[in-house]
């Protein structure tokens, strides 16, 4: 007996075991889990849950699990969701792009210009605008436009998944950065392979050029959606399309040869089957290889001749074809190896779709070839195409800044790390010389480093974001607001407000993980390494904060899941980053023997539905295909390829998913709790907090101290119970973190440039100076270094306007702290004090009690400040 249909009532029957054996052996086994992101319960259980779920959809059809993802979720009433249509304009000059980026060559390889344009006529481009619906209010209110727009491609490996399935993190995204997301529906392989998607998510992007400004726009991807949206940057900078703001990729698919180490790892602490992924054989997959196809091709030549036992089953299953042999056999060899002599497969019936070309390795020293197509995506010919696998790119310079995540714990970890430092130093990673063509290599001249910000979060799946109500996501959710506002910040030259929801995230205050407080563990663990001589310049931050400063355009991070951060090893010390350059984009034989093991159990489980599909496939063949004209031969899983002879054209509408509902309700709770609380503070804030203060200073005290009160007109006193007055907003602007000290100088350089030239001379006179200079700033022997004036002291690199402690010898070395001086000359202070021993009055704003703090020294106290959980101000 076969599988129950993929559906609600199947996934929930085949995934609560996993949900109660998860639940049994997490509280069995806490203490070896405490080291591990699996501490958390919640992290546990969504991991076990979705491995469990890709075991079960492997049993039924790729058709299936495309209709079970592709339900229709609905979404929070809090969250605006408008449909949308990418018009036909669009879409012709995503091809128009797209065919002068693959070249003649790469057009012969993908099997022409126009096939993959074809789509179903009632099935156009359609894609989702996501925002918050207080967002969208204040917009309309407002009568402005929108300026910062995020274009989000959904995961999937390319075959499954759908908006409506992601909107939950997307929706996040739009929350956090307070920004308008838009994604597309774009087509799916198997049945449209490379380049379908491309071409819609290009266009997508155009879409947007036609009326927003390439810098407020963001493009953001995970997993599959993140190769996606690198091919398009490559794309759009070749041709020479305006970037974009900045990029987000959440574990980019930048291989599909697997040619890196990591994908060979045995590995649990990811959800990705170490085989691929394999389906109960269909229409859509797999598809025929040459052998299989040539058997194919004579039956139905005999069922045309009026042969009804061509399509008898047991006949079929016994003529299935093995997928690789151990010996060459004919068509083009690829990966590597030296193509034998074979005869020209263009010369097939056009009725007749090419299968995949032949794939050869070595497997436990034998030489052996693969017949079948292993990705969804493309065939075994284009797997190391630029445009498929972008870490075979000639360069990865010339790209807006990328935020490129990754968790340590997923199989496809070191191409993340090796796509990182490629972009940030594409000399150093660029193809071997025999690779590299004179255009490839004006590419490679032609563009400067990118720069990045690479985070390795410990042990985390792929795509944790995923798991959006675990502790770890919230900080990479957090990283990503943090990175897409300084993006727009820096290519629009102005300030960005985001969300800063710590003090009444749901997480942040009520969710803890079993082993403890990890993040007091893990600072001292980073307390350990700084403690290291190799670690001298140390610095500890938390996900979320200020982007330091790039090095060598690189901003290189390990995270914790608690999401605090330390350095990550030198290059040197990574697996991805020695690799020999001759091996990327060549497929390895571990990955490769899996995924043959898996495939031979496989059909040999489901022998019979295999014969089932080929027998419908000589009726197919023997009715007739829609013959393409000369040049067009697309994929044997095209379905532009396989379209019958006056059929009509079949499209499902999408139904309602009680399965995906629940799971986008869970992955939407904490949002939606967060939204509450911050409606709640926001209106007790609104009744509460008064417009000004009254500051008392008592200046007869030796340590004056102001004492604020409540003004006349104010409700409160100081007794009264008041809300969390800290703003749930702060501004993000461009520090000029990505100006290189080994730059030019010229008129041009940032002020933080120079700042940073004049703090590395500091400390070289420092180190200089012996020990007749203290290296501890609070020394009373440290001697600041002075101008040429010999009067005015540097500090960290700026130019002090006074001297501590001393007279004031002119104007523009007069403080409020100086006793020296006239009354004329000083500058005006909030607060008006005509003696030492008076006691003066005044209201002020509280941006005046912010002075006071920053300027005087005055440890202020609102009078708010106990109903706002004793917050600090800054």
């Known amino acids: 007996m076969g599988p129950l249909k993929l559906n609600t009532v199947s996934v929930s029957f085949a995934v609560t075991p996993t949900v109660i054996s998860t639940l049994l052996s997490h509280y069995l086994n806490r203490k070896a889990l405490e080291q591990k992101p699996t501490a958390s319960i919640s992290y546990h259980e969504g991991l076990q849950l979705i491995r469990s779920f890709l075991q079960f959809a492997s049993y039924h059809t790729v058709e299936e699990l495309q209709s079970f993802t592709s339900q229709w979720v609905p979404h929070p009433q809090w969250v605006r969701v408008k449909d949308v249509i990418i018009p036909k304009s669009q879409l012709d000059e995503a091809a128009s792009l797209l065919q002068a980026q693959l070249g003649q060559d790469g057009i012969q390889k993908v099997g022409g210009h126009n096939w993959w344009q074809w789509r179903q006529s009632e099935n156009p481009l359609k894609a989702e605008w996501i925002e918050m619906r207080s967002d969208y209010l204040e917009r309309k209110g407002s009568g402005q436009s929108c300026r910062r727009v995020m274009l989000y491609v959904h995961g999937g490996a390319y075959y499954f998944g759908s908006v409506g399935e992601h909107r939950y993190q997307m929706q996040r995204h739009a929350r956090k950065l307070r920004a308008r997301v838009l994604a597309p529906e774009y087509r799916l392989a198997p049945q449209y392979p490379f380049p379908c998607g491309l071409q819609d998510c290009l266009a997508a992007y155009l879409y947007l050029l036609s009326f927003q400004e390439p810098n407020t726009i963001l493009l953001a991807g995970d997993s599959a959606g993140g190769g996606m949206i690198l091919s398009i940057m490559c794309t759009l900078r070749d041709q020479g399309i305006p970037l974009p703001a900045g990029a987000i990729l959440i574990s980019p698919w930048v291989d599909l040869t697997h040619s890196f180490p990591s994908v060979a790892e045995e590995n649990d602490l990811d959800y990705i089957p170490a085989s691929g992924f394999h389906h109960k054989p269909s229409r859509a997959w797999p598809p025929p290889n040459e052998d299989d196809m040539a058997m194919i091709k004579e039956q139905a030549e005999k069922k045309r001749a009026g042969n009804e036992k061509a399509t008898k089953t047991s006949i079929l299953e016994a003529k299935q074809a093995s997928p690789f042999k151990m010996a060459p056999a004919t068509g083009q060899m690829i990966n590597g190896a030296a193509p034998p002599e074979s005869r020209d497969l263009t010369e097939k019936p056009p009725e007749i779709p090419n299968t995949s070309i032949l794939l050869s390795l070595t497997i436990d020293g034998k030489h052996t070839v693969v017949k079948d197509q292993i990705q969804m995506y493309t065939t075994n010919e284009l797997l190391s195409h630029p445009l498929v ?80 109500f675990t502790r770890p996501s919230k900080y990479m959710y957090r990283s990503i607001a943090q990175f897409g506002a300084w993006a727009l910040a820096r290519a629009q030259e102005a300030a960005i407000d985001i969300l800063d929801d710590d003090a009444i995230s749901v997480i942040s205050s009520s969710e803890s993980d079993s082993g403890g407080d990890m993040v007091q563990q893990n600072v001292g663990a980073v307390e350990t390494l700084q403690n290291n001589s190799s670690a001298a310049h140390f610095q500890v931050g938390m996900a979320g904060d200020t982007l330091p400063p790039f090095k060598e355009h690189m901003i290189r991070q390990r995270v914790t899941r608690s999401g605090v951060i330390y350095p990550l090893p030198p290059p040197s010390e990574l697996p991805a980053c020695t690799i020999d350059p001759k091996e990327i984009g060549v497929a390895k034989e571990m990955p490769v023997r899996r995924w043959l093991a898996r495939k031979k159990e496989w059909e040999t489980r489901y022998a019979r539905a295999r014969a089932r599909v080929h027998r419908k496939m000589i009726e197919d063949m023997a009715a007739g295909f829609v013959r393409y004209s000369d040049g067009e031969d697309p994929p044997p899983t095209a379905l532009a390829g396989r379209r019958k002879l006056d059929s009509e054209e079949n499209i499902r509408k999408p139904t309602k998913s009680i399965g995906l509902a629940l799971w986008s309700l869970w992955g939407s709770k904490h949002d939606e709790m967060t939204v509450e609380r911050e409606r709640r503070a926001e209106q007790q804030q609104t009744e509460q907090i008064p417009d000004f203060v009254v500051v008392t200073e008592e200046v007869s005290s030796q340590n004056a101290t102001p004492t604020p009160v409540a003004g006349p007109s104010s409700p409160l006193s100081p007794s009264t119970e008041r809300p969390q007055t800290r703003s749930r907003t702060r501004s993000v602007v461009d520090e000029h973190q990505t100006w290189q000290q080994n730059e030019e100088l010229d008129e041009r350089t940032p002020i933080a440039g120079l700042l940073a030239m004049r703090k590395e001379s500091e400390r070289k006179a420092q180190e200089e100076g012996g020990a007749g200079k203290s290296a501890d700033f609070l020394s009373p022997d440290y001697v600041t270094e002075t101008g040429v004036a010999g009067k005015r002291p540097f500090q960290d690199g700026i130019a002090l306007p006074f001297s501590l402690d001393k007279e004031a010898d002119s104007a523009s070395m007069v403080t409020l702290d100086s006793t020296g001086g006239t009354s004329d000359v000083r500058p005006k202070s909030p607060i008006q004090s005509s003696s030492r021993d008076a006691v003066s009055t005044q209201a002020i704003p509280i941006a005046g009690l912010l002075h006071l703090q920053n300027v005087r020294g005055f440890p202020v106290v609102l009078p708010a400040q106990q109903a706002l959980g004793d917050a600090v101000l800054p």
């Open 389 to 468: 696998s972008p870490v075979t790119q000639p360069t990865l310079g010339g790209l807006p800044p990328l935020l490129i995540m990754v968790g340590s714990g997923e199989i496809l970890r070191d191409e993340q790390i090796y796509l990182a430092h490629k972009c940030a130093d594409p000399a150093k990673y660029a193809p071997p010389e025999e690779k590299m063509d004179n255009a490839a290599k004006e590419l490679l001249r032609r563009f400067r480093p990118t720069n990045v910000q690479l985070q390795v979060w410990d042990d985390l799946c792929h795509v944790a974001p995923t798991l959006s």
